[in-house]
């Protein structure tokens, strides 16, 4: 039972590179999320998926997309990395409103 | 325009005392409380919750206080240990239909626990 795996752990990228960070949950939940955390910024909602099929933007979506193909998976894409967008990516999944959310290990990328 | 604030990047307190750890929001909206536990190199850590409909809610040394007519909630932890010692940060969500379902943080709070 792993809960929510991300992939990669780790990576590399240089400016103007392209990558999608993948992230998968066996916790049948609804909601998925893409966050960022950065020294002094806290963690700042990238993108929200209610379902499967369904995104909306949350408080940092510029220079990201995002894919909610099922309800397991939600892949999170950069399609021309640039050095502001280094920082700790985490995903998280909740079941219910008023729920906990729970988070998977995080990717932690570097542009540069 | 940052919807939920932790505003003390830091705190140190000794082991066996009260700590207590602060958050603002602004959006009255807001119906459910979350505290995490973050420590390094890995994934935040679900704590303790409330709803809006309550005012306190423990959970063995922690406790999360929500007022909200002043928008301000705390978590209280006693007596503290140096296993304690992580990043905390205070979550939101409801906020009406434009945020419905989304979960926001504040920057959180360092806390050390020394022996």
């Known amino acids: 039972n792993a809960g929510v795996t991300q992939t990669p752990k780790f990576q590399v990228l240089k400016t103007g590179q392209s990558m999608t960070l993948q992230c998968a949950q066996d916790m049948n939940h609804n909601s998925m999320y893409w966050y960022r955390q950065d020294p002094g910024m806290g963690l700042r909602l990238i993108y929200y998926s209610a379902s499967e099929g369904t995104t909306d933007k949350g408080e940092v979506p510029n220079g990201y997309n995002v894919s909610r193909l099922n309800k397991r998976e939600f892949s999170l894409r950069l399609e021309s990395a640039a050095p502001s967008q280094t920082s700790v990516y985490f995903c998280?999944?909740?079941?219910?409103?008023?729920?906990?959310?729970?988070f998977g290990q995080g990717t932690r990328l570097t542009v540069v | 325009d940052q919807q939920v604030k932790q505003n003390s990047p830091s705190l140190s307190v000794q082991e066996g005392r009260i700590s207590i750890l602060n958050c603002d929001y602004t959006?009255?909206?807001?119906?459910?409380f979350l505290w995490y536990k973050k420590y390094p190199a890995e994934g935040p850590t679900f704590l303790i919750s409330?709803?809006?409909?309550?005012d306190k809610n423990e959970d063995g040394r922690f406790t999360v206080f929500l007022n909200k007519s002043a928008k301000h909630l705390s978590l209280h932890i006693v007596p503290s240990q140096p296993g304690d010692s992580a990043v905390y940060f205070c979550a939101a969500s409801g906020g009406g239909s434009s945020n419905t379902g989304k979960l926001i943080f504040g920057q959180g709070t360092t806390l050390q626990v020394k022996p």
């Open positions: 959006n009255s909206m807001f119906d459910y």
């Open positions: 409330i709803s809006s409909i309550k």
């Open positions: 998280a999944t909740r079941g219910q409103l008023n729920t906990e959310a729970f």
